[in-house]
């Protein structure tokens, strides 16, 4: 069973910036991604990476703003989060699968940590 904790959430101004962090438990050669969910609405597709990190894929409304890395040595996958604005305030889901492609459904991913919330005030 695979374990993911995240790290790095909190409280943040609107134009500010804040890091994720998602350490995973076990070796194997993940696809590791960053989904958020805000209150009443459905876990979206933040961004996704490769185990090799040669792929990566983010969703429109972070382009630009949003980077996403991974340091296979720690097996640890990063969100560094620059601009936010209060729209970006949700709990911030870090996931992975067992292939190491990049997807954007929450389906694709069989593993999930707890979330770690994110607020960005105006």
């Known amino acids: 069973q695979v374990q993911l904790v995240e790290s790095g959430g909190g409280l943040a101004q609107a134009g500010g910036s804040l890091r994720l962090s998602c350490v995973a438990s076990g070796r194997a050669r993940y696809g590791m991604a960053w989904f958020r969910q805000a209150p009443g609405k459905e876990r979206e597709f933040v961004a996704a990476i490769s185990w090799s990190g040669g792929r990566i894929d983010n969703a429109d409304s972070v382009k630009g703003r949003f980077t996403i890395s991974r340091d296979n040595a720690k097996n640890a996958v990063h969100l560094q989060m620059n601009s936010l604005k209060p729209g970006d305030t949700a709990v911030y889901y870090c996931?992975?699968?067992?292939?190491?492609?990049?997807?954007?459904?929450?389906?694709?991913?069989?593993?999930w940590g707890q979330g770690t919330q994110v607020t960005v005030s105006s």
């Open positions: 996931a992975a699968r067992n292939l190491g492609l990049v997807e954007r459904r929450v389906e694709d991913y069989a593993y």
